[in-house]
């Protein structure tokens, strides 16, 4: 704006800041201008500034909210219990009984919910976007990509909110983690190379937090997890021109290739068994491809484990096995194995 300052949308809130053209940074902190203005769920504010300083907007609140809901192989949903809201991204606990979420309103922070205690808890709280929330194996500590001090680059801290956040890497380039090796020592991320774009490296989660490369193709790989014994890597391509789901032993990469998936699939999450990779279809589907792994790996036909109504958030799907009941829709296994998404609310 002419006044020198730049207007912003977040959480339904219209806020105003002062800028500097010259030295290209922000001066003074963010003011409230206007309340109960339309977001979308991508982060989009309807509103437009003229240049004598007139506004207008689309009066409402945060659009595209989502429930959280279990998801079982008939389709049948069983609602978490969490209240809708802007969910993006969601990670579920080693244990099983807490997930983070990534959620796209008030100011754009990680949550955690309790399935217990039923209790959702704000776990940052920086003005800067905090997003893609990942548990460390022992489910202390989470790792979260974050903008405070420009690229997304990486911090974590404790679960419990206790203590202070701490910086693991400092890049010009965007990062996000992925997924931790089943020791904790290292964890699995995106990286952003100029030349090849998107990329999947491995840091170490001792020392400096070093960073080698590990998967680095003229292609955009992302969203990569390691299977449960630590011998595998799923992750989405667009090697094939469509967004495909592949594996390739773990660190080794280049000693084998397998494309798993077969009309697109995007999103992949492994059962906690191992003997599963889970992932989303195009048509939104949650599709299930048996696998083998030890010496070689063997994936057989995709096969749809849910289909229902209604559309999974980017991101949001896990998956997790508790033997709390049995489940009739589950085949004859005495555990019961579940999908947790995050859908578009019904009206």
Do not use: C
């Not at 977001?39 to 509103?47: C, I, R, Y």
Request: glycine letters at 10%; aromatic letters at 8%; proline letters at 7%.
């Amino acid at each position: 704006m002419q006044t020198g300052h730049i207007v912003y949308g977040v959480a339904s809130t219209l806020r105003a800041i002062g800028f500097d053209p010259e030295r290209l940074v922000a001066a003074g902190n963010p003011v409230p201008v206007l309340e109960h203005v339309i977001t979308k769920s991508t982060g989009a504010v309807d509103f437009s500034v003229s240049r004598n300083g007139s506004l207008a907007y689309i009066s409402g609140d945060a659009q595209g909210a989502l429930t959280l809901v279990w998801v079982d192989r008939g389709g049948h949903e069983e609602p978490v219990g969490a209240p809708p809201r802007s969910y993006v991204y969601l990670r579920l606990s080693p244990d099983g009984q807490r997930v983070a979420l990534d959620i796209r309103d008030q100011e754009n922070d990680v949550w955690i919910w309790d399935f217990a205690r039923r209790v959702l808890t704000r776990l940052t709280t920086d003005p800067s976007l905090d997003q893609f929330p990942i548990w460390t194996p022992d489910g202390r500590r989470i790792v979260f990509a974050s903008s405070r001090a420009g690229a997304p680059n990486l911090l974590w801290q404790a679960a419990d909110g206790t203590g202070g956040v701490e910086r693991l890497t400092t890049s010009q380039g965007v990062q996000y983690p992925w997924a931790f090796t089943p020791d904790g020592k290292s964890l699995v991320i995106r990286d952003t190379d100029p030349t090849t774009l998107m990329d999947v490296s491995v840091i170490s989660m001792e020392g400096n937090h070093s960073s080698k490369p590990l998967i680095r193709t003229p292609f955009n790989e992302q969203n990569a997890e390691i299977s449960p014994d630590g011998r595998w890597i799923a992750y989405q391509s667009n090697e094939s021109s469509q967004e495909q789901v592949h594996v390739r032993p773990f660190p080794a990469v280049e000693a084998g290739h397998w494309q798993v998936s077969t009309g697109g699939g995007t999103r992949p999450v492994w059962a906690r068994n191992g003997r599963e990779l889970f992932y989303v279809d195009p048509r939104g589907r949650i599709m299930t491809v048996p696998v083998q792994g030890g010496s070689s790996f063997i994936a057989g036909n995709p096969t749809v484990a849910a289909e229902f109504v209604g559309a999974i958030s980017s991101s949001a799907l896990g998956a997790t096995t508790t033997s709390r009941r049995m489940d009739s829709a589950f085949s004859s296994s005495r555990a019961r194995h579940r999908q947790i998404s995050s859908r578009t609310r019904r009206s």
